[in-house]
T-cell receptor, first 116, second 115 residues
Framework: AQKITQTQPGMFVQEKEAVTLDCTYDTSDPSYGLFWYKQPSSGEMIFLIYQGSYDQQNATEGRYSLNFQKARKSANLVISASQLGDSAMYFC?????????????FGKGTTLSVSS | NAGVMQNPRHLVRRRGQEARLRCSPMKGHSHVYWYRQLPEEGLKFMVYLQKENIIDESGMPKERFSAEFPKEGPSILRIQQVVRGDSAAYFC?????????????FGEGSWLTVV
């Protein structure tokens, strides 16, 4: 069965430091997509970054990068130069078949707290 | 947040009442998904719809929950005879008909509280 595991319930980091949020996944399907979303205290789900299973290079979006290690089935999110506004819940998710039209499976999330 | 509109944002219902949550997908999107987020949990898939069709409802509770996406108008998630355990955030997402995997956009959520 497909599964997403986020083992860090909470992470703490100081401003301007980098932080890595862990995500491992389990699927037997060769074609899938991996997503990270941010959920601030206001509640909305904000898309951060996407990696397709056949993408050769790790995805990057500004201060966000995805450390995709296919053999280890891990898709860790790296946030560089943390800001106070990065404090939020972060969810890793997986879609199957690398297409829209399929559901996303979410992990339980990691709460990131950034201090000054 | 990419134009997926959900309303109401907050809804309070007494046990036994009905709750109706609405979702207007982003312009040009014909796929709609509903997810539920219980407190301290990640989102759980409920149902996937296209216009006038339910494609996958494997995550929907067997009773009291229904969803539709009519030819005209928003998608509706309907919960009949609500119970305290239905209190959660309900998120709608949409994607275009022809899509790559990174074009799924979420609305801001509807928070249901059952008292």
């Amino acid at each position: 069965a497909q599964k997403i595991t986020q083992t860090q319930p909470g992470m703490f980091v100081q401003e301007k430091e980098a932080v890595t949020l862990d995500c491992t996944y389990d699927t037997s399907d060769p074609s899938y997509g991996l997503f990270w979303y941010k959920q601030p205290s206001s509640g909305e789900m904000i898309f951060l970054i996407y990696q397709g299973s056949y993408d050769q290079q790790n995805a990057t979006e500004g201060r966000y990068s995805l450390n995709f290690q296919k053999a280890r089935k891990s898709a860790n999110l790296v946030i560089s130069a943390s800001q106070l506004g990065d404090s939020a819940m972060y969810f890793c998710a997986m879609s199957l078949n690398n297409q829209a039209g399929t559901a996303l499976i979410f992990g339980k999330g990691t709460t990131l707290s950034v201090s000054s | 947040n990419a134009g997926v509109m959900q309303n109401p944002r907050h809804l309070v219902r007494r046990r036994g009442q009905e709750a109706r949550l609405r979702c207007s997908p982003m312009k040009g999107h014909s796929h709609v998904y509903w997810y539920r987020q219980l407190p301290e949990e990640g989102l759980k898939f409920m149902v996937y719809l296209q216009k006038e069709n339910i494609i996958d409802e494997s995550g929907m509770p067997k009773e009291r929950f229904s969803a539709e996406f009519p030819k005209e108008g928003p998608s509706i998630l309907r919960i009949q005879q609500v119970v305290r355990g239905d209190s959660a955030a309900y998120f709608c997402a949409s994607s275009p008909r022809q899509a790559s995997g990174n074009t799924i956009y979420f609305g801001e959520g509807s928070w249901l509280t059952v008292v």
